[in-house]
């Protein structure tokens, strides 16, 4: 039972991987025999594996084809909208009263240092790797919802945060190559994650709220608006 349990989660972790990495792109139907023979394991744990990530809406499965990438819904885009604002704005508070204590800065030195990755992206344009990006984004969140070290928090965050994910971005990217619809809306990321820096460290309290929420709604309104151009 370990050993499979093992795999299971062996098999979860690579595919979660390569979805966070952007190595599966968007609309392409995967077969879970050729991934189980990529790891060389068997298809039993890779198909609870698959499973799973679709319960958790990374992918969806396809009957006797494959699965693709879970295409996010409008229903999706609600609850992740609601989900992230109860979660970074809590986390967002708890630290913008602890500082300037030695723990609240850590953790805004994380979120820093994260938001300096995504600045010198851009600004080195030959380097610029919108996967990077992303990673770099997600590591920005994740360093403010875990001040509070509650493994239930991220849990709760990661449940929701892949819907932003930019696999639609990926392709526009492959296909017509960068976009600069794209690049306006990292630039407009970097200039709302320096304010939720400087407003945590403000300790205004409606600042703090203020810029999650203008932060979290330009992102979701950048997702539909996405999403929608692609269905056309």
Same mark, same amino acid.
């Given at each position: 039972m370990t050993?499979?349990? $093992? /795999? #299971?989660?062996? &098999?979860?972790?690579?595919?979660?991987?390569m979805i966070y990495n952007c190595e599966l792109e968007y609309d392409k139907i995967y077969?879970?025999?050729?991934?189980?023979?990529?790891?060389?394991?068997?298809?039993?744990?890779?198909?609870? $594996? /698959? #499973?799973?990530? &679709?319960?958790?809406?990374?992918?969806?499965?396809?009957p006797n084809r494959g699965f693709v990438l879970h295409a996010p819904t409008e229903s999706d885009i609600i609850e992740a909208f609601h989900v992230r604002m109860m979660t970074e704005g809590y986390c967002a508070k708890v630290v913008s009263n602890e500082y300037?204590?030695?723990?609240?800065?850590?953790?805004?030195?994380k979120m820093e240092e994260a938001l300096q990755q995504q600045s010198r992206l851009l600004e080195?344009?030959?380097?610029y790797s919108l996967s990077q990006f992303w990673l770099d984004d997600l590591r920005f969140h994740k360093a403010l919802l875990a001040h509070?070290?509650?493994?239930?928090?991220?849990q709760q965050y990661e449940s929701v945060m892949h819907i932003f994910m930019p696999h639609?971005?990926?392709r526009d990217f492959k296909t017509h190559g960068k976009d600069e619809k794209v690049l306006l809306r990292h630039r407009s990321t970097i200039i709302e994650h320096t304010e939720i820096i400087d407003a945590l460290k403000s300790k205004d309290k409606t600042r703090v709220y203020s810029a999650i929420n203008a932060h979290i709604a330009s992102s979701m309104n950048a997702l539909r608006e996405r999403m929608n151009a692609a269905d056309k």
């Open positions: 050993d499979y349990k $093992a /795999l #299971n989660n062996i &098999a979860y972790d690579f595919l979660r991987n077969s879970e025999t050729k991934l189980a023979a990529q790891i060389s394991i068997s298809r039993t744990p890779m198909r609870d $594996a /698959l #499973n799973r990530l &679709a319960h958790e809406r990374y992918i969806d499965i396809l300037p204590e030695p723990l609240a800065k850590e953790t805004i030195a080195h344009d030959e380097e509070l070290s509650i493994p239930s928090i991220i639609h971005l990926i």
